[in-house]
DNA sequence: TCCTTAGTTCAAAAGTTATTGAACAATTGG
DNA sequence: CCAATTGTTCAATAACTTTTGAACTAAGGA
């Protein structure tokens, strides 16, 4: 992991509920957690965003310790930070995608193009 | 109730989690649950910022629907919209509190002035 | 009525966050 | 090596949020 990341005990609940408190960066957070456990890479949200504007919140997302980022190659592989923030935040994430999930209002990843499997 | 407040299915994830992306609104919700059922009035948070400043944050929590303030003479008591966030957002608001209880960074209401009794 | 208390409103200033496009870097495939 | 792919950085701007002070309203008590 190149990219800087907090600590866990470094997570700060205002600034994850800020970061949270977007659109955007809900949208992002709700997909990694319908697939949680594989990791995506940055291309997977362009239709929430440009490609800078993405790489905007995504690096609002890591650096509040929301979630992890690896370089691999040219992508970076993103994960949910989910173990850090339950351990942080008990029950925080959990409630927030559940209610994100039943949002009508928020973008949606994943319906402008198809899935495309590798 | 003459003072406007969302309808509780107005009431948005994102917008509601902005909201409590802010140290001096978490504090005042972090107060508010402490005193469940007790409706404060705004003089109660004037150790956390100026009367303008905390009319406005108070502002804030009502359109976002987090708080219901009452107009009785000239005060505003105030009370956590709890039954609501409940409804629409299961877990969120006691995970949130949880949280912000443990959290050594975040103001606290009470600490300047000693409790006043009526 | 006059004064105090409790809180709001308004406009300005300060500060912060979001969005954009152009330029850049790094890896990978041909 | 060259080109394409994947994403970042930078500077500019736009858009919003926070903070402030002065002026205000409305209720209640002396």
Known sequence: ????????????LPIVLA???????????RYLASKEGVPMNCSKFLDLASKTNLSYHLAKLREAGVT????V?????ITLRRDDLD????????????????????????????????
């Open 1 to 12: 992991m190149t990219l800087p990341h907090p600590t866990a005990d470094q997570i700060s």
């Open 19 to 29: 970061v949270l408190g977007d659109p955007t960066r809900l949208a992002i957070v």
């Open 68 to 71: 992890r980022a690896e370089a």
């Open 73 to 77: 190659g040219t992508s970076r592989l």
């Open 87 to 118: 351990r942080r935040f008990p029950g925080l994430l959990d409630s927030v995608i559940a209610a994100a999930s039943e949002d009508k209002a928020l973008p949606v990843v994943g319906t402008v193009d198809a899935e495309i499997d590798s």
